[in-house]
């Protein structure tokens, strides 16, 4: 998702301004007043802080750092007479904590030379320029600053030392400043040293760890949920297979997970949570879950799901829920709706329809109907699915929900229970391939529409729209790709889901 890029981005943006609020006088955090060595120290020991966040995973405290950094990193090349010295590129030795900075103009040296106009671009004093030493402006915003005498100041109605001779300043900061002339390469060479920094950063935390520094998670957090009562005996071994099946499959590519997650749960009892990036533990730790116990039919199934995210909600996480029962627990219903909302998670549940005289998913039954409403609930929210199954059709629909996971959602919406008829459109771009459509719900019938104007119910199997699987409550369509509108007109006297995913 570009919006954690974009939020990551904006954090250290946000921290780089704030540093101009909250340090004004500071002179190391701008290299001010010649503070070379002090400013130097600022960003090196960042840079470790930085580091050592992200090894502790503290991304938000990395990113306020590390903007801090930018800031003094980026006014090095307004500030000081780098530019004025003749540099193209960055000075490389700023960001090397074993590297020294030399040639800096002594205490008592002269630096600038008079400037009553107040614009020069050439008040930097020879001697200073011959014997290439460093420099950097004099500030201070209080009416009776003063600076050491002959040295440059920053210049601007705000710095008050601009007024002392030499008058002037040597700022590059806009390209109305004193040197705004030099503006635009000082722009650039501190940007080319803000992505020397990022590179160094990179090759210290491995891409994983610098992509999630940018906000840029592997695809999800890959977690089940498992149900280890008696009656799920068959269940749990089919969760085995699929979970085996889905870390093989993304292992070494771009779409594997960057953690996993497993939280069994049995009644009265949940967890323990086992999280871990080692795909090998996590599949012995599901492979160690066995079925036993259970009384009534209603489990802890949402203690369960809250359970997950603790004590730190891992973003974007990929949740799978195996269970035959309704929750016993479902006023969490809010909580876990918070939770899907705050973590982007998507959470679809796997309900299958036992043999055993405990549980029977009866049509007729109220308790199933508000179960199965629940969990729809949630789902829909997560921008998951929620899929009835009998035993024996769980590794099918499992599959199915799995391999839609990665795709992008285009649409998605539940029918109004009240409605016996409606009537949903969405619409494809030219970007969009492999367009799958998913609606799961029971006694319904659909008829689509295609932008060029051909139709096709939900009797046909093979037809002009496309190819129509089902297994248990759920109708897969995998869609002809056409550009433009499209249409479902649904009947059902129950809820049902709508979900059309592209590539």
């Known amino acids: 998702s570009s919006e954690t890029f974009e939020e990551a981005i904006q954090s250290i943006v946000l921290s780089n301004a704030w540093v101009d609020l909250r340090h004004v006088l500071n002179e190391e955090y701008h290299f001010d007043n010649e503070s070379f060595l002090k400013g130097k120290k600022l960003i090196t020991d960042g840079i470790a802080s ?3 966040n992200i090894r502790q995973q503290n991304f938000y405290t ?8 930018f800031h003094t990193l980026q006014d090095f090349y307004s500030h000081s007479n780098w530019i004025e ?31 009553a106009e107040g614009t020069c671009p050439d008040n930097t004093l020879e ?41 002037g300043g040597i700022s590059k900061d806009t390209y109305s400043s004193n040197h ?15 992505m020397e920094q990022l590179q160094d950063l990179r090759n210290a935390a491995g891409d994983d760890e610098f992509l999630r520094l940018m906000g840029i998670s592997r695809p999800s957090v890959l977690c089940f949920v498992i149900d280890t009562t008696g009656s799920m005996f068959d269940d749990i071994e089919e969760a ?95 909580t876990i709706i918070a939770l899907i909302e705050s973590t982007k998670s998507v959470v679809s549940f796997l309900l299958t329809a036992g043999l055993s005289r405990r549980r029977r998913w009866s ?8 179960a199965a409403l629940l969990y729809q609930d949630l789902a829909q929210t997560s921008g998951g699915q929620a899929v009835r199954v009998s035993k024996g059709q769980l590794s099918e629909a499992s599959a199915i929900i799995s391999s839609s996971a990665a795709l992008v ?78 249409e479902i007109n649904v009947t059902s006297s129950r809820p049902c889901s709508i979900k059309v995913t592209g590539e």
């Not at 705004?180 to 803000?194: D, N, P, R, V």
């Not at 049509?363 to 508000?370: A, G, I, K, T, V």
């Open 127 to 167: 001697s200073i320029l011959q014997g290439r030493k460093l420099t950097s402006g004099y500030f201070d915003l209080r009416p009776w600053a003063s600076k050491p005498t002959g040295k440059c100041s920053h210049g601007g109605l705000s710095d008050f030392t601009s007024d002392d001779i030499p008058r």
């Open 85 to 115: 010295l003749g540099y193209k590129t960055p000075f490389s030795n700023l960001i090397q904590s074993s590297a020294s900075l030399e040639n800096i103009a002594s205490k008592g040296e002269p630096t600038c030379s008079d400037c």
């Open 62 to 69: 990395a990113r306020k750092r590390l903007g801090q950094i």
């Open 240 to 334: 085995k297979r699929r979970s085996f099946s889905i870390i093989d499959t993304k292992r070494g590519t771009s779409n594997e997970p960057s953690a996993y997650i497993l939280v069994p749960f049995n009644d009265p009892d949940f967890g323990p949570v086992t999280r871990t990036k080692d795909p090998e533990v996590f599949k012995k730790k599901i492979n160690a879950l066995t079925a036993s116990g259970g009384g009534d039919e209603p489990e802890m199934c949402l203690s369960a799901l809250q359970e997950k995210p603790s004590p730190v909600p891992p973003p974007s996480s990929e949740i799978y829920v195996f269970t035959d029962a309704s929750a016993k627990d479902s006023y969490l219903k809010s």
């Open 50 to 52: 930085v580091k050592g």
């Open 363 to 370: 049509s007729s039954s109220r308790l199933s109907q508000d």
């Open 180 to 194: 705004g002339s030099l503006h635009e390469i000082a722009a650039q060479i501190a940007t080319t040293a803000t």
């Open 409 to 486: 959602t285009l649409f998605q919406s539940v029918t109004d229970p009240g409605k016996t008829e409606e009537i949903f459109s969405f619409y494809v771009d030219p970007s969009v391939s492999n367009l799958t459509l998913y609606i799961t719900g029971s006694f319904l019938n659909f008829k689509l529409h295609s932008p060029a104007g051909l139709s096709q119910n939900s009797s046909v199997i093979e037809g002009p729209l496309g190819r129509l699987h089902a297994v248990g409550n759920l109708y897969t369509v995998y869609l002809e790709n056409q550009t433009g509108l499209w």
